[in-house]
C-alpha cells in the first residue's frame, strides 16, 4: 500500500507527530527567538510531557485545559496530553476569572495548564476566589512548576508512552474548544483526532502550504485558526512554526525580514494593521508567499492591496467555524482574482455545503439563505448538550451555521452575514458585510463596521463605525455624501462613527456586540 493512499496516513495525533519526525527529521519544526526544535525533538519533547501527564495519572476521555499565550511550551503540553488521549481544551488569553472558570467547571477539567504572568495579568490569581472542585492540578509554564512537573514523569518508561500513543484511536475525542458565547453560554465543541487530521491535511494540501515554508502564526492557539491550520497543519505538511504570542506590526515586519517568513494567514484585521502602520514603507517582504483570510466582509480593495503592497504573491480566502472543524470551504489555487475577493471557496472534498430558507428547503442559485454543511468535519456535537446538538445540528446530518450566504452557478460560496446581524430598513434587509465591503472602497477608510441601529420611522438604520488610514481626514457627512453615490438609498448608513480602533477579540474578529452596546449607552 502507497504511504500515500487515505488508509496509511496517520489519522492520529500521535501517529502525526511521529510520521513528522520521521519524515522531516532535522529539518526546523519550531522557532522562537533562540529556541529551534527540530521535528525529531518536537515528538521527543511531546513524548516527555505525555509522559508526565501519564504520571500524574491522566487518563484517556480526562480534560487538560490550556489557558496561555502562543509558544512552543503551548503546543507541546496540548500534543502531549491529547497524545495519551485526554481531551484538550483551550481558554482565551482574553479570557477574565469568572469567564474562565466556567470553561473549566463545563468541561469538568482536571488539569490546567496555564502562565504565571502575561501582559501584567496574573492568571492563577483571578480564579482564587472561583470554586472549581473538579481541578487537581494547575501548572504555570512560565515557573518551576513545570520542570517539576516533566521531571516527575522521567520514571514512566517509554514503552507505557508509546503503549498509550498507540490506544489513541482515530475517532477519539481529541479537543473542546468552546464557542465565544455570543448568543448565550459558551458551548464546548467536541472534534476527534481523524476529523482534525482529515481537515488539515486537505486545508494543507489545498492552500499549498509545503515542506520547507516559515509559517508565521499570529493567531492564538486556542482557536482553530492558529492551533489546527497553524500548528497541527505544519506538522503535517512539514512546514516551519513561528509562534507570536503578542501581535505587533513592526515586530511582524522584522520577523519577516529576518527569518524570510513565506506564510502568514490571519484575519482581515490582521492585514489592514500591517497596512496602516507607518513601518510598512519600508518594510522588506518580499519572502511572503501566501495569505490565507476569511470574515464575512472580506473587502476586494483589502485584497489588492495584500498583493500590491504586502507583497503576497498568493491570497486566498476561506470560511468555516469551530463546528465545522473549522474548515468548510477554500478557494482554490487557480480561482482569479475576483473570486478570491468576492468569495470563500468551494466546499472541501467529501463536504457539502448548500443555502436553506426558514424551512430548510434549498434556496436556488445566486439567491441567499442559510449556509448548512454536511460532512466528516461536522463536529460531534456539543460536550453534554444535546438540546443544542439538535438545535445546530438536524436529523439529515447537516449543520446549521446561523450565516447567511449564496452559491453561485460554479458552486463558490459568498457569506454576506451573520444572520443575527442583518437588520431591515424600511422593508429592505440590509447585509452589513455588503456595505463594509463597498465602505471599504473610499480611500479614507482603513477599517469599518456597520451595524443596525434603532430608528423611530424605519425600524432600524445603519452605522459605519470607521478607522480612518493614517494621515488622512474623515467625517461622516463626508462618508455619508460618497456612500449615497455609491449605494442603494437603504443601504447607505445613516450614521457615522469615527474610532481610533474597532474592538475586536483575540482571534481578530470584530465585536458588534460591543459596537451595539456603546451606541446605546
Same mark, same amino acid.
Not at 400 to 415: A, K, N, Q
Given at each position: 500500500m502507497?504511504?500515500n493512499?487515505?488508509?496509511?496516513?496517520p489519522?492520529?495525533l500521535?501517529r502525526v507527530?511521529l510520521h513528522?519526525?520521521?519524515?522531516f527529521g532535522a529539518?526546523?519544526?519550531?522557532?522562537?527567538? $533562540?529556541?529551534?526544535?527540530d521535528?525529531?525533538t518536537f515528538?521527543?519533547?511531546?513524548?516527555?510531557?505525555s509522559a508526565?501527564?501519564?504520571?500524574?495519572?491522566?487518563?484517556?476521555g480526562?480534560?487538560?485545559?490550556?489557558w496561555?499565550p502562543?509558544?512552543?511550551s503551548?503546543?507541546l503540553?496540548?500534543?502531549?496530553a491529547?497524545?495519551?488521549?485526554a481531551v484538550a481544551?483551550?481558554l482565551?488569553?482574553r479570557?477574565k476569572?469568572?469567564? #474562565?472558570a466556567?470553561i473549566?467547571?463545563?468541561?469538568?477539567? $482536571?488539569v +490546567?495548564?496555564?502562565v504565571?504572568?502575561?501582559?501584567?495579568i496574573?492568571?492563577p &490569581?483571578?480564579l482564587t476566589?472561583q470554586?472549581?472542585p473538579?481541578l487537581?492540578?494547575?501548572?504555570?509554564?512560565d515557573?518551576?512548576?513545570?520542570?517539576r512537573?516533566?521531571?516527575a514523569?522521567?520514571?514512566?518508561?517509554?514503552?507505557?508512552?508509546?503503549a498509550?500513543w498507540?490506544q489513541?484511536a482515530?475517532?477519539?475525542?481529541?479537543?473542546?474548544?468552546?464557542?465565544?458565547?455570543?448568543?448565550?453560554d459558551p458551548k464546548?465543541v467536541?472534534?476527534?483526532h481523524?476529523q482534525n487530521?482529515?481537515?488539515?491535511?486537505?486545508w494543507?494540501?489545498?492552500?499549498?502550504?509545503a515542506?520547507?515554508?516559515r509559517y508565521?502564526?499570529v493567531?492564538?492557539?486556542f482557536h482553530?485558526?492558529?492551533y489546527?491550520?497553524?500548528a497541527l497543519a505544519c506538522l503535517?505538511?512539514g512546514?516551519t512554526m513561528?509562534?507570536?504570542?503578542?501581535f505587533d506590526?513592526?515586530a511582524?515586519?522584522?520577523?519577516?525580514?529576518?527569518e524570510?517568513i513565506s506564510? +502568514?494567514?490571519?484575519?482581515?484585521t490582521?492585514?489592514q494593521?500591517?497596512?496602516?502602520?507607518?513601518?510598512?514603507?519600508?518594510?522588506r517582504?518580499?519572502s511572503?508567499?501566501?495569505?490565507v483570510t476569511?470574515?464575512?466582509?472580506?473587502?476586494?480593495?483589502l485584497?489588492?492591496?495584500?498583493?500590491s503592497e504586502?507583497?503576497?504573491?498568493?491570497?486566498?480566502?476561506?470560511?468555516?467555524l469551530?463546528?465545522?472543524?473549522?474548515?468548510a470551504?477554500?478557494c482554490?489555487?487557480?480561482?482569479?482574482?475576483?473570486t478570491?475577493a468576492?468569495?470563500?471557496?468551494?466546499?472541501i472534498?467529501?463536504v457539502e455545503?448548500?443555502?436553506?430558507d426558514?424551512?430548510?428547503?434549498?434556496?436556488?442559485?445566486g439567491?441567499?439563505?442559510?449556509v448548512l454543511?454536511?460532512?466528516?468535519?461536522?463536529m460531534?456535537?456539543?460536550?453534554q448538550?444535546a438540546?443544542?446538538t439538535a438545535?445546530?445540528?438536524?436529523? #439529515?446530518g447537516?449543520?446549521?451555521?446561523?450565516?447567511?450566504?449564496?452559491?453561485d452557478?460554479?458552486?463558490?460560496?459568498r457569506?454576506t452575514?451573520?444572520?443575527?446581524d442583518v437588520y431591515?430598513v424600511?422593508?429592505f434587509?440590509?447585509?452589513?458585510?455588503?456595505?463594509?465591503?463597498?465602505l471599504a472602497?473610499?480611500?479614507?477608510?482603513?477599517?469599518?463596521?456597520?451595524?443596525?441601529v434603532?430608528d423611530?420611522? &424605519?425600524?432600524?438604520?445603519?452605522?459605519?463605525?470607521?478607522?480612518p488610514?493614517?494621515g488622512?481626514h +474623515?467625517?461622516?457627512e463626508?462618508?455619508?455624501?460618497w456612500a449615497?453615490?455609491n449605494m442603494?438609498?437603504?443601504?447607505?448608513?445613516?450614521?457615522?462613527q469615527? +474610532?481610533?480602533?474597532?474592538?475586536?477579540n483575540?482571534a481578530g474578529?470584530v &465585536?458588534?456586540?460591543a459596537?451595539?452596546?456603546?451606541?446605546?449607552?
Amino acid at each position: 500500500m502507497s504511504a500515500n493512499t487515505p488508509a496509511a496516513q496517520p489519522l492520529t495525533l500521535p501517529r502525526v507527530l511521529l510520521h513528522a519526525a520521521d519524515a522531516f527529521g532535522a529539518a526546523p519544526a519550531v522557532i522562537e527567538g $533562540r529556541d529551534r526544535l527540530d521535528f525529531v525533538t518536537f515528538a521527543d519533547r511531546v513524548r516527555a510531557v505525555s509522559a508526565a501527564f501519564l504520571a500524574a495519572g491522566i487518563t484517556p476521555g480526562d480534560r487538560v485545559a490550556l489557558w496561555a499565550p502562543n509558544s512552543p511550551s503551548w503546543l507541546l503540553a496540548a500534543f502531549g496530553a491529547a497524545s495519551v488521549g485526554a481531551v484538550a481544551v483551550p481558554l482565551s488569553t482574553r479570557l477574565k476569572g469568572r469567564e #474562565a472558570a466556567f470553561i473549566l467547571r463545563r468541561s469538568g477539567a $482536571r488539569v +490546567l495548564v496555564t502562565v504565571d504572568e502575561f501582559l501584567g495579568i496574573r492568571y492563577p &490569581q483571578l480564579l482564587t476566589d472561583q470554586a472549581l472542585p473538579k481541578l487537581e492540578l494547575t501548572l504555570s509554564l512560565d515557573t518551576a512548576d513545570w520542570q517539576r512537573f516533566l521531571e516527575a514523569g522521567a520514571g514512566v518508561g517509554r514503552a507505557r508512552v508509546d503503549a498509550a500513543w498507540d490506544q489513541v484511536a482515530p475517532d477519539d475525542i481529541a479537543d473542546m474548544i468552546f464557542t465565544s458565547g455570543t448568543t448565550g453560554d459558551p458551548k464546548g465543541v467536541l472534534c476527534t483526532h481523524a476529523q482534525n487530521v482529515r481537515v488539515f491535511r486537505t486545508w494543507g494540501d489545498v492552500v499549498r502550504l509545503a515542506r520547507g515554508d516559515r509559517y508565521l502564526i499570529v493567531n492564538p492557539f486556542f482557536h482553530t485558526f492558529g492551533y489546527k491550520a497553524g500548528a497541527l497543519a505544519c506538522l503535517i505538511q512539514g512546514a516551519t512554526m513561528y509562534p507570536v504570542a503578542v501581535f505587533d506590526a513592526a515586530a511582524v515586519f522584522d520577523l519577516v525580514a529576518r527569518e524570510q517568513i513565506s506564510v +502568514l494567514p490571519g484575519p482581515p484585521t490582521l492585514y489592514q494593521s500591517l497596512l496602516s502602520h507607518p513601518g510598512l514603507a519600508a518594510a522588506r517582504l518580499d519572502s511572503l508567499r501566501l495569505a490565507v483570510t476569511g470574515a464575512a466582509s472580506v473587502p476586494p480593495v483589502l485584497i489588492t492591496r495584500m498583493r500590491s503592497e504586502l507583497k503576497f504573491r498568493s491570497v486566498l480566502t476561506a470560511y468555516g467555524l469551530t463546528e465545522s472543524t473549522g474548515v468548510a470551504t477554500i478557494c482554490p489555487h487557480d480561482a482569479d482574482d475576483e473570486t478570491v475577493a468576492t468569495r470563500c471557496g468551494l466546499p472541501i472534498p467529501g463536504v457539502e455545503v448548500r443555502c436553506a430558507d426558514g424551512q430548510g428547503r434549498t434556496v436556488a442559485t445566486g439567491e441567499a439563505g442559510e449556509v448548512l454543511v454536511r460532512g466528516y468535519n461536522v463536529m460531534r456535537g456539543y460536550y453534554q448538550d444535546a438540546a443544542a446538538t439538535a438545535a445546530a445540528i438536524d436529523a #439529515a446530518g447537516w449543520l446549521h451555521t446561523g450565516d447567511v450566504g449564496v452559491l453561485d452557478e460554479r458552486g463558490y460560496l459568498r457569506i454576506t452575514d451573520r444572520i443575527k446581524d442583518v437588520y431591515i430598513v424600511g422593508g429592505f434587509n440590509c447585509y452589513p458585510a455588503e456595505i463594509e465591503k463597498l465602505l471599504a472602497e473610499h480611500p479614507a477608510v482603513a477599517q469599518v463596521a456597520v451595524i443596525g441601529v434603532p430608528d423611530e420611522r &424605519q425600524g432600524e438604520v445603519g452605522k459605519a463605525c470607521v478607522v480612518p488610514r493614517p494621515g488622512m481626514h +474623515l467625517d461622516g457627512e463626508t462618508l455619508i455624501a460618497w456612500a449615497r453615490g455609491n449605494m442603494a438609498n437603504y443601504k447607505v448608513p445613516r450614521y457615522v462613527q469615527i +474610532l481610533d480602533a474597532l474592538p475586536v477579540n483575540a482571534a481578530g474578529k470584530v &465585536q458588534k456586540f460591543a459596537l451595539r452596546e456603546a451606541h446605546q449607552r
